[in-house]
């Protein structure tokens, strides 16, 4: 019960594609992440994937589908089971929302963040 000041704890993270949990709801991790490049295509099977741009802008490619680019203040939910990757040509701030445990990687085959909490 108390405030997370999303600004803070990103000033705390200085890699790329490495979640940070700020907060928990339920069964769910609320993380912080900056992104820059292209992560590796994966899905996720069992859960769907949300992401929020804080600050900056993310391309969506899918394997099968048009890509989607969103900015600050959008967000894209990718449907579970639904191969696809994030892109940024620039250093991006996103908020992530994901089951507690579930690996970022998805079937990647890319070992995934250990997620700490900050």
């Known amino acids: 019960m108390h405030k997370v000041n999303l600004a803070e704890k990103l000033a705390m993270v200085s890699s790329h594609w490495d979640p940070h949990v700020v907060a928990t709801y339920n069964d769910n991790e ?54 696809h990757r994030p892109k940024a040509d620039q250093e991006v701030k996103v908020l992530l929302i994901e089951p507690k445990g579930e690996p970022n990687s998805g079937d990647s085959g890319r070992p995934p963040a250990p997620k700490p909490y900050i």
Do not use: C
């Open 30 to 83: 609320v993380m912080v992440v900056k992104f820059k490049g292209e992560y590796p295509f994966h899905k996720h099977d069992d859960t769907d994937d949300f992401f929020l741009v804080l600050e900056g802008s993310v391309t969506m490619e899918y394997e099968n589908q048009d890509s989607v680019t969103f900015g600050a203040g959008e967000l894209v939910v990718v449907p579970k089971g639904i191969v």
